[in-house]
């Protein structure tokens, strides 16, 4: 794709002035000195319809999707990746050459990068992974982490049957415990996810006792406000290592770049200091 025909991208959802995609996107642009904006599109829910077709005739080369639309929008894309067929969500669209729309997901590949980036020798069949949560993030989460060979994977959600239907359809590894039964399902564990809410900026701290967790076990939030959750800080401070969900959202972000822009983009310190003065 040339970098002298002016590109255009943005970021689909609602709301989405809280978005840290166009700091980050622009910060690339402008990095790897491409013609292009970045920018917030917001479409209320019903409207997804009539604002995703519009996109090639704008002149767009794609968007990111998120909240409310990220299931919706895989109704109204012409052709699906296999990797968003099986997430059962989308949060990446390229507009194809004939003007037609396809979804991907990058969610999986981004959160399986966060923990390479922090232990590269880090594997998935390392030992038991512990992931709390049921929603989005943990179709994501739970579905890479098998197909990276994880070969035990303990799921818990405070709605257990919602973390039986993704255990259903997932099958392989994933089996699920009850909620009641989390602080148990810590012992041997390799990796502890959290892809719930809890710890998030206004929201309350996970209740989980980490004393059954081995002290070597990496400890991973998908969740980037704050930076550093009361769950991570726990962990921290018992000696486990940490990664928090800012890097998880950088790597997502650069397949998608790569598609729109035609440049693979690297994340730097200086990148993540730019997002972490946003945040």
Known sequence: MSDKKFGLAGVMGWPVAHSRSPALHGYWLKKYDLLGAYVQLPVVPGQLGVALPGLAALGFRGCNVTIPHKVEAMKLVQALDPVARRMGALNTIVVQPDGSLKGFNNDGFGYIQSLLDAQPDWRADAGPITVLGA????????????????????????????????????????????????????????????????GMHGNPALDLDLARLPVQALVSDVIYVPLETPLLAAARLRGNPTVNGLGMLLNQARPAFNAWFGVMPEITPELRRAIEATL
């Open 135 to 198: 929603g989005g993030a943990a179709r994501a989460v739970v579905l890479s982490l098998a197909e990276r060979g994880a070969r035990e994977i303990r799921l818990l959600n405070r709605s257990q049957d919602k973390a039986q239907a993704l255990a259903d359809e997932f099958g392989g590894p994933v089996q699920v415990l009850p909620w009641a039964a989390r602080h148990e399902a810590l012992e041997s564990a390799a990796l502890l996810v959290n892809t719930t809410s809890q």
